[in-house]
């Protein structure tokens, strides 16, 4: 009797936390459904037919494809021969790494100021998404090609050999490539200043006027109520950030794929291969962002 009424209560304890669990986390699993149902009727099965590519080499012949089996061939040649791919994949993923906190830094400034009160905010809030909306693709080629992008000091005060000569050359190349490109990356900010300001809206203005009575200055209520109400939007835009730059117009990584993609000698397979070598990064990078926001949050709740 005893053991058949322990039962019972673990099954009640699982079905409250069941319950507890959907109504925490049922409203977002909803607003992800939409995505999840369009992943699994038109992504699975390509993603797992390239996936399937990658352990082969692909010809295209008159009678169509030909596939050949490699094993992990296509990823010990990208690794080990390729002379090309790891030098670009790592360089790019050096810039990404240093360019997260410049674009996340930067968004949640401009959030601080565009959140106060003062005329006009309206039109400031659109000046900063409006590249979001004009700088696609084509737009950032052109720019690019045209050299606007780049920031004229570094050719006039010499920057480049005071880069190499306290940093090192290792570390040169991609703070002089961000250094180039920080005009655009700035640009990128628009959803993340837009984040940024959602997330501060969450934060009541009881507690800071609570503090303001209690006699705290503004940089004192920024450090202990805006930034531990922003930690979530700081890594939610983390995760942005890394997509969007992931899947940047002008990645040098994307290129080769496209490149290798068409080559007789490499082909589909290979640049399969190299997709999938970069999409294992990218899902590394994430997991850290995940884990360490998943940390931030626990000690939020512990304090």
Do not use: C
């Not at 319950?19 to 992800?32: A, H, I, P, T, W």
């Not at 905010?121 to 606007?148: C, D, H, K, M, Y």
């Not at 200055?217 to 930690?231: C, N, Q, R, Y």
């Amino acid at each position: 009797m005893s053991a058949a009424s322990s039962q019972d209560e673990r099954k009640l304890r699982l079905r409250q936390r069941l319950l507890r669990v959907l109504e925490e986390q049922g409203l977002g699993y909803l607003f992800m459904a939409p995505w999840a149902i369009g992943f699994f009727v038109f992504m699975a099965i390509p993603l797992g037919w390239s996936l399937y590519l990658t352990f082969n080499k692909v010809i295209l012949t008159p009678d169509g494809f030909k596939y050949t089996w490699r094993g992990f061939g296509n990823f010990h040649d990208a690794i080990l021969v390729d002379n090309t791919f790891p030098v670009n994949l790592l360089t790019y993923v050096q810039e990404v790494i240093l360019m997260i906190p410049i674009i996340v830094i930067f968004a949640l400034f401009v959030a601080l100021l565009l959140n106060q009160r003062f005329p006009g905010r309206f039109l400031f809030r659109a000046i900063f998404f409006l590249p979001v909306i004009f700088a696609t693709g084509q737009v950032l080629t052109e720019l690019f090609s045209q050299g606007a992008g780049e920031l004229p000091f570094i050719d006039q005060y010499n920057i480049k050999p005071l880069v190499n000569q306290y940093i090192g050359p290792k570390m040169a190349e991609p703070i002089i490539n961000i250094l180039g490109k920080v005009v655009i990356i700035l640009w990128y900010s628009g959803v993340q200043i837009l984040i940024f300001i959602a997330g501060f809206q969450t934060i009541s203005r009881s507690v800071y006027e609570a503090v303001r009575i209690d006699g705290a200055t503004p940089w004192e209520s920024f450090w202990k109520i805006t930034l531990p109400g922003a930690v979530p939007f700081i890594g939610l835009n983390a995760i942005y950030t890394i997509v969007d730059l992931f899947t940047f117009p002008l990645n040098p990584v994307l290129e080769e794929v496209r490149d290798n993609m068409f080559k007789p000698d490499t082909g589909y397979g290979y640049a399969s291969a190299l997709a999938w070598i970069y999409f294992v990064i990218i899902l590394a990078l994430l997991g850290v962002v995940m884990w360490l926001l998943h940390r931030a949050t626990l000690r939020r709740r512990r304090a």
